[in-house]
């Protein structure tokens, strides 16, 4: 079963627009990370966030993490065309003990289309 | 792509056939992933390594075994190819575990 899942499954923007892409999970995490992938390559990791970290910042993106919501987002600010990829969370889940699984479980991931 | 390659990037195999899929990486992980993605369904895992010869089950590893006889290769391999394993395979490397994941470009395999 998935454990993260993305809202919107698609998002369409014009370049200079902000984008936010949402990502709700349902256990306990260790960490929650988010990756990109470009079509037909590989995904590349952008960002971690651990479950005692509300907010993190790198470069042009932005990452939030509500443990009590189980949910995280994805800001990317002043979009540019080059950034029109798939964008995926992915989270460790921890067991009741909260030891991790050390396993990553990807959602399925929101399509961004930055128009020029 | 973080020294990582994936061979063969493309195969059309017919039903029933054996096949299999190397990963190698030149990072000197010890933590090795095998996912494969599908529309709907996002990316899951197969099976996972954590050093070698020491593997284990992803959430779909019917029909798939794994080997890890050096640290610089995994190598997934289908049993008896259904149609249902035509997917896009990717390896996946990590030097600790739960750590960031390093993506090769992935093996895009179609079983007819």
């Known amino acids: 079963s998935q454990q993260g899942e993305e809202d919107p499954q698609a998002l369409s923007i014009q370049e200079g627009e902000n984008a936010t892409m949402n990502c709700s999970y349902k256990t306990s995490i260790n960490n929650l990370q988010w990756y990109r992938q470009n079509s037909g390559r590989g995904l590349v990791h952008l960002i971690l966030?651990?479950?005692?970290?509300r907010e993190k910042h790198s470069g042009r993106l932005r990452v939030t993490l509500d443990t009590s919501k189980k949910s995280s987002s994805l800001l990317i600010t002043a979009s540019r065309a080059a950034d029109t990829a798939s964008y995926f969370c992915a989270t460790d889940a921890t067991n009741a003990g909260g030891t991790s699984y050390g396993k990553l479980t990807f959602g399925q991931g929101t399509i961004l289309t930055v128009h020029p | 792509d973080a020294g990582i390659t994936q061979s063969p990037r493309h195969k059309v195999t017919e039903t029933g056939t054996p096949v299999t899929l190397r990963c190698h990486q030149t990072e000197n992980h010890r933590y090795m992933y095998w996912y494969r993605q599908d529309p709907g369904h996002g990316l899951r895992l197969i099976h996972y390594?954590?050093?070698?010869?020491?593997?284990d089950k992803g959430e779909v590893s019917d029909g798939y075994s794994v080997s890890r006889s050096k640290t610089e290769d995994f190598l997934l391999t289908l049993e008896s190819a259904t149609s249902s394993q035509t997917s896009v395979y990717f390896c996946a490397i990590s030097e600790n575990r739960a750590a960031s994941l390093h993506f090769g470009n992935g093996t895009r395999l179609t079983v007819t």
């Open positions: 966030i651990r479950s005692n970290e």
């Open positions: 390594s954590y050093g070698v010869k020491d593997t």
